[in-house]
Structures are given as C-alpha cells and as structure tokens.
C-alpha cells in the first residue's frame, strides 16, 4: 500500500489550480517559496523530529526543546537565514519556546519602549542570544488588570538605581513564558515610584540569572509553575514564577522611550498616549490573529482529509460505503471550518497591514488611529481565537472515535492552542474593549466627527437602522451589498441598542457592567462584520489563477451565512433580515457546500503542510490511515511486552480470587 496516493480521485476532482490557490494563501509567490523550503528543511533535519513528543516525561519534552532550539540557532547561522526565514524554521520546527517570548515580545518590547541608546546596548545582545528575555507582566493576583500589578520600581536618588521589589505573594511575577527555566533577562512590568509618588505601570530591564552559571542572581526567587494542560504540548515552555526582594537596578534599565526618570528622580511624563506602554501587546495580538489561521487550517486539513477517506454506512449489495464528508452534516460542521480558515488568513493579512499603517502614524506623532488599531487587535485576537480552539475541537469530533487518539495529532494541537482564548488579553476582556469603543463612537454620531475605517459604517446610521434587507431568493445571498448589509445593520443595531440601555443608567460605568453581556455580542458582531468585509476585499482584488476566485468566492458565502445562521436570533430580533430569507440563505448555504465538495481535499492540500508539520496519522497526504494507526498502536510503550508490567502482582491475584470464589 505504501506509495499510493488514497486520495488521488478527490484530487482530480478538483477544479481549481492548487499550485496557485497555494500563492494566494501564503500572501505572494516569495512567501510560498520561502514557506515551501523551509517546511522541507525542517521535515528532512531528525533533531526536529516530533512524533514521540506525548511519551516523553516533562524534564524529557523540555530537554529536547532546549536541543532543538539550539540546533535550529546553529542552522540559521550556518544557513545564514535572514529574520525572515528563521521565523519560518521556528513556525515549522512547531514546539512552543522560550525563543517564542525572546523574538515575540522581549524584543519588541525593548524596539518599542526602549530609547535608541537602550536599544542599540540591549538588542545587540538579544540579536546574539548573548541574553535571553522574557516579558515578565502577569502577576498571580492580576493579569487582566494590569493596573493593579502590585511589583514596584523605586527610584533611589542616592545610588541611581531602581529597587524592584514584590511587596506580597500576589505581586510575584507568575505565567511568563521562557522565565522558569531559561531566561537570563525579562522586561519586567511594575509601578514606578519616585519621590514618594506612584506614577503607575511601566517597563524594566532586569537581569535575573548570572550569564556564568545560571543561577539566580541574588535577592532573586525565580522557578516553573507547573505542569499544564496535556501530553507534550505547551509543557515544552517553561512558564515561570519570580520574586523580587529589594533588587538594585541601574537607573537606565527602565525602558524610557515614553516617560523617564531623571538623574534627580523627576519623573517626566510622556508627551505621547500613555497607553504605548501597552504596545508590545497590540504588536502580539496582531501575529496572534495571523497565527489563528495556521492552527484552524491544520486542523480541517486533517479533518478534510480523514472525511474524505473515512467510510461509514450506505453499503448496497456488497458496494463500497459512503464517505463521511458526503453526509450533508459532515459538510455543515467542516465547511464553515475551512472557510473560517481562509476569512481569518485575509482578516490576518489585512490586520498586519493595520499594524503597520499606526505604527508609522505614531512614527510622524499621529496618534489618531491607535484606538482604532487597538480594538481591532483586541476584538479580532478574541473573535479569531474563540473560533479556532472551538474549531480544533470540532474538527476531532469530526474525526469520530480516532480523532481522540494523541496520534491524530488534534488533542495536541488543542491542547497547544487553546491557552491563546486567555494569554494576551482574556478574550472577553478583549471584546469589553472594543464594546468601549464602539459606546465611544455611537455617542459621537450625529456630533459632526465621521467615523472612519472599521467604523465607517456607522456614519450611515440613518439608513441602516430602518433598512430591511432585499434579499428575494436564494442567489441574493451571494450578493456582496447585500450580504454587507445586512451584517452591518445588525452590529450597528445592537450596539444602538447597547447605548440606548446605557443611557438609562445614572451612573455609566455601573450601566456598563450591568450590560456586559450584551456589549460582548455587540462587540462580536462588529468584529464579525470586519471578518466578513476583509473577505469581500480581497476577493476585489486581482487574483489569478485557474478556478481560485471561484473558490474563494464560494468560502466567503459560506463564511458569512454560516455566521448568519448561528447568530440568527441577533439578525431576527433587530429586524435586519426576515425568517423566509433566513430560509433563503440556508439554501445558499446547502448550495455551496455542494459546490466546495470536489474541491475539498484540494483546498486543504492549498496550505502545502509537510507530513511532518502535520503530525498527525489521520491527515497524512497520502491518505494511508489504518496501517499506519497500526504502527502507531505497536510503538506506544505498553505494547512493549505481550503480558504488562504489573501483572504478577495486581492482575493475576485478583484472577486468582475470582477463579477460587466462583469454584467455591
Ligand atoms: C509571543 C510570540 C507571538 C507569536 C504569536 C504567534 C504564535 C503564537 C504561539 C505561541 C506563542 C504564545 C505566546 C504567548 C505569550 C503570552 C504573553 C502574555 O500573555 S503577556 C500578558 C498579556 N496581558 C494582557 O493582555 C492583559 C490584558 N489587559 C489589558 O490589556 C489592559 O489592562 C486592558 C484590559 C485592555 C485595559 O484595562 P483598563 O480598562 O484598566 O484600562 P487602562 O489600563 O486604564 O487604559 C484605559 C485606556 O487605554 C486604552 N487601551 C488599553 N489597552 C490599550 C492598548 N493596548 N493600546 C491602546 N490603547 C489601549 C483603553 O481603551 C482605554 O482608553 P480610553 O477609554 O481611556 O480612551
Ligand atoms: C499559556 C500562557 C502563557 C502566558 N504567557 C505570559 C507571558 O509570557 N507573560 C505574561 O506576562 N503573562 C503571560 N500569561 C498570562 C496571561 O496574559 C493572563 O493569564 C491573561 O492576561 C488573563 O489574565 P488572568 O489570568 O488574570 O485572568 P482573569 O482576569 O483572572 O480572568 C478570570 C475570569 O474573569 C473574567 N474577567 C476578568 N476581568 C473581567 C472584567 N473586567 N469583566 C468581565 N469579566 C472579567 C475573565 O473573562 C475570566 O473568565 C500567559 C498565560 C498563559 C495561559
């Protein structure tokens, strides 16, 4: 059997170029290439070898990450890999790090907070892995709250220095990822105090364990936090705890591109918002969104795949049965997935576009769209994470009884994924920011000030408040205007339902809290309406290739009415759309599922993910999956003796027993 392609017929079904719907997923031609080499790299190089990851102990997992880390650091130098490439090799290599909190966050926090002179001293060192950094926020009493972290930084003009201290139990540093075990430095987040005065949170550069030997620094209390959800997973990162007693930093280790501290101990505020403290973080949510799309998309891949080799039922006369991505069930739960994937690998690219855009705003002192840019961080890390751990989930019920098994590579990949609802902002907690914002925005319509960019919508208040939606049979729904529409009259609905119940309220904030529930699906459904907009952009734009905007165009409809169907009590109640053409859209839907069916295995095949990338015997390219569930089941270590350990003392004598009891 080995070399047989398996699904090789759903392969040539396909009506569509793969080679160039490939193009289009990776972002351009260049990023396909650079993708494609370095998968393969990975794929061919042992070290990175990752298939018995689930059986190895925890000390084990993380020996072999620290291995791998260190070989992968060895090829980018010996390979001369720019940022860029060794970006891929990390993504490819596929096991959460300490190199994840260096590269992600210790040194964008020092690009961003840190002065030209701080940088030029820290980064060259970081550049180097002559130190290596984590971002040490998060405290065990607050991690949403990152007002109320309690660790302080008190300036002593007598010596120049910063005394970080942690002044209770619930001020101890607790979460930071690369800080357990590994890290030398962190960027350590506490409340600045000067001259008796607190001036809240900000930024430190801490060394925290010596660059000879390891060990802790003095006054220094630093370790793991124990082992987290599932075999292998996120349990190669040492995420750690810290504790500070009375520890002297120089004065020039607070990172003082916004505010700074004087010689004299003079704090001087910062003539920019103060919210750039927060920066790092807007920076992650961005490559956590782009990030979404990878995990979604590896998961339907297996999914798609299994679905497509999986037989169940509808047998007649001794004929093959039906394959279970035929069931029109099957296709209402992966479908969605699938388009889902693609809507936030565009939602993903457009946002690091966002990114970039305020980024060079707060270069020229425009700091306009930095509200703008933060609720769409927050609001599509929350929207495009929910989805995704869901969607790993789904797409393992979707696998019947074998997606459970840890070689199917989904409870892994669930398990790996699922913390990203809660690191970098607590979902719901995101998308109470973005409900402030759009409260923010509707109380100023009607002042004269347009909405602009993801609100811009709401400058048409007028008509979409009494629109009714045009919608007269089942093709409508592939109308863009009216798909858009119809989304937009909702999000605009429901958050002018949200101020009008607001406004009740005396008190604003106690109303706000009152109403939280509400705001959460106010702000959802705005952050739907960009998911689905992008989408409708993209397909604007000049895409080639033979059959793929026919592709794409089907995976947006079906995004958009899949979204419409689950949240058809929000389109019902504000009256944006009416059941017959709720009915309709469902027609659409079960229409489109209809025209993606050949196309399936060939869009999944569209991500190019190596079987090692995968990891996972139900998604194999080849399709091959009951001899090699086999060969998975010979190597699991109880298979090791025919007759397990154990048996003498604790299987025979109660054999024995029972044996004697039933002769009695
Ligand atoms: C790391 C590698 C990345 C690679 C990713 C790809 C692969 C991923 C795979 C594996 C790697 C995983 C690594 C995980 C690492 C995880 C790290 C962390 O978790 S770090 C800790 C993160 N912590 C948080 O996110 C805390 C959440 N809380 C907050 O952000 C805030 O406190 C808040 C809840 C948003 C605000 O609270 P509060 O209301 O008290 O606000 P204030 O602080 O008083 O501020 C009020 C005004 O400021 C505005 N605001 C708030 N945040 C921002 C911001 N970021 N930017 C701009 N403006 C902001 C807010 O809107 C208020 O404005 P006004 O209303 O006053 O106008
Ligand atoms: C795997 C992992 C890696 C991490 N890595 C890092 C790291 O490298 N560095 C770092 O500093 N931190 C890190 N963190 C910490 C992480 O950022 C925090 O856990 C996260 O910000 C959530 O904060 P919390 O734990 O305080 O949750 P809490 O705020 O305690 O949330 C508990 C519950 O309360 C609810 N809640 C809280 N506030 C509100 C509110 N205002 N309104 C309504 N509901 C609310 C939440 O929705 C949630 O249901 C990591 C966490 C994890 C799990």
Known sequence: MEGIDHLADERNKAEFDVEDMKIVWAGSRHAFEVSDRIAR?????????????????????????????AHAFKRIIELRLNEEEAGRLRHFIDQPAYVDLHWGMFVPAIKGQGTEEQQKKWLSLANKMQIIGCYAQTELGHGSNVQGLETTATFDPKT???VIHTPTQTASKWW??????????????????????????????????????????????????????GNGAYNSMDNGFLMFDHVRIPRDQMLMRLSKVTREGEYVPSDVPKQLVYGTMVYVRQTIVADASNALSRAVCIATRYSAVRRQFGAHNGGIETQVIDYKTQQNRLFPLLASAYAFRFVGEWLK??????????????FATLPEAHACTAGLKSLTTTATADGIEECRKLCGGHGYLWCSGLPELFAVYVPACTYEGDNVVLQLQVARFLMKTVAQLGSGKVPVGTTAYMG????????????????????????????????????????????????????????????????????????VSKFIAKLEQDIGGKGVKKQLNNLCYIYALYLLHKHLGDFLSTNC????????????????????????????????????????????????????????????????????????????????????????
């Not at 000067?194 to 660059?211: A, C, E, M, P």
């Not at 576009?353 to 425009?366: C, F, G, K, P, Q």
């Not at 605009?492 to 009740?504: D, F, G, I, P, Y």
């Open 460 to 531: 048409r208040a007028a008509h979409l408040l009494q629109c009714r939606s045009g919608v007269q049979k089942a093709e409508d729904w592939l109308n863009p205007d009216a798909v858009l529409e119809a989304f937009e009259a909702r999000a605009l609905r429901m958050a002018v339902t949200c101020a009008k119940n607001l406004s009740k309220f005396e008190n604003q904030e106690q109303g706000f809290q009152e109403l939280l529930a509400d705001l959460v699906e106010a702000a959802i459904a705005h952050c739907q309406l960009i998911v």
């Open 577 to 664: 759309i009416t059941p017959k053409q709720a009915s309709l859209a469902n027609d659409q839907l079960r229409s489109l599922y209809t025209q993606v069916r050949p196309n399936a295995v060939a869009l999944v095949d569209a991500f190019n993910y190596t079987d090692h990338y995968l990891n996972s015997v139900l998604g194999r390219y080849d399709g091959n999956v009951y001899p090699k569930l086999f060969e998975e089941a010979w190597k699991d270590p109880l298979n090791d003796s025919v007759v397990p350990d154990g048996y003498h003392e604790y299987l025979r004598p109660v054999l024995k027993q029972q044996l004697r009891t039933a002769r009695l």
């Open 176 to 229: 930071p990822g690369g800080l357990g075990k590994v890290s030398t430095h962190a960027v350590v987040y506490a409340r600045l105090i000067t001259n008796g005065k607190d001036y809240g949170i900000h930024g430190f550069i801490v060394q925290l364990r010596s660059l000879e030997d390891h060990s802790p620094l003095p006054n220094i209390t630093v370790g793991d936090i124990g082992t987290k959800m």
């Open 41 to 69: 790299l990975v794929a061919s190089d042992p070290v990175f070898e990752k298939s018995n990851r689930a059986r190895l102990s925890r000390k084990e997992l993380f020996k072999s990450t620290l291995r791998k880390c």
């Open 160 to 162: 120049d220095e910063f």
């Open 353 to 366: 576009w966002l990114y970039t855009d305020v980024t060079e705003r707060l270069a020229a002192s425009d």
